[in-house]
């Protein structure tokens, strides 16, 4: 079964705007993290954000945001003032359980082009 | 610090070859992952080591696929027999056990075309 969904189409995003990029999740794990990666035409996997199961507020890593609803299971990013480097696939991943092999369970990704 | 390095950067092969690849970590992290990513897919787990031992492999490993890392620091992943559904970017990554957050820093990846 798909952990991690995200089913957004390709997005178009002006440069300076806000974008909102979806992610669900599936786990009965109490104890899970969630992560956003960025991952440019160059191929390599950016760590852009980390939320954890228990944390009560949203994390927040410069223009990146994360709007965690814990009961609906998503864990939306937000980039804030889009600039044309942001231009990418965005994925969504999840570890479960606090110990472990910590592996990585990601989605399909969702694409941004940030326009001028 | 040179963040993690994977060699070579793209390989093109021929159906039945045998290809190896390496993976330098990030040298303080004591965890390192091989990851699968084809067209228009996220990364998919393949196999994993804690220090030098191998502690967690996924069925997607055939045994086509063997994965070591002596000593704890590099490791190597080699595909003997290589196949066309091999063809795929191939990602490493480390981490550090005791970060709470267990965020995983990836490589370059290298990219394999099997013909």
């Known amino acids: 079964a798909q952990k991690i969904t995200q089913t957004q189409p390709g997005m178009f995003v002006q440069e300076k705007e806000a974008v909102t990029l979806d992610c669900t999740y599936d786990?009965?794990?109490?104890?899970?993290?969630l992560f956003w990666y960025k991952q440019p035409s160059s191929g390599e996997m950016i760590f852009l954000i980390y939320?954890?199961?228990?944390?009560?507020q949203n994390a927040t890593e410069g223009r990146y945001s994360l709007n965690f609803q814990k009961a609906r299971k998503s864990a939306n990013l937000v980039i804030s003032a889009s600039q044309l480097g942001d231009s990418a696939m965005y994925f969504c991943?999840?570890?479960?359980?606090?110990?472990?092999?910590?592996?990585?369970?990601f989605g399909k990704g969702n694409q941004v082009v940030v326009i001028p | 610090d040179t963040g993690v390095s994977q060699n070579p950067r793209h390989k093109i092969t021929k159906r039945g070859q045998n290809v190896t690849f390496r993976c330098d970590p990030i040298?303080?992290?004591?965890?390192l992952y091989w990851y699968r990513q084809t067209l228009g897919q996220g990364p998919e787990f393949l196999t994993y080591?804690?220090?030098?031992?191998?502690?967690?492999k996924s069925r997607l490993l055939s045994d086509r696929f063997s994965a070591e890392r002596p000593k704890g620091s590099f490791s190597t992943l080699e595909i003997q027999r290589t196949e066309q559904g091999d063809s795929a970017m191939y990602l490493c990554?480390?981490?550090?056990?005791?970060?709470?957050?267990?965020?995983?820093?990836f490589g370059p990846g290298t990219r394999l075309t099997v013909l």
């Open positions: 990554a480390s981490s550090f056990s005791t970060s709470g957050r267990g965020e995983q820093f």
């Open positions: 786990t009965s794990d109490p104890s899970y993290g």
């Open positions: 939320q954890g199961s228990y944390d009560q």
């Open positions: 991943a999840m570890r479960e359980g606090l110990s472990g092999n910590n592996r990585l369970a």
């Open positions: 040298s303080e992290h004591n965890r």
């Open positions: 080591f804690q220090n030098e031992a191998q502690l967690e």
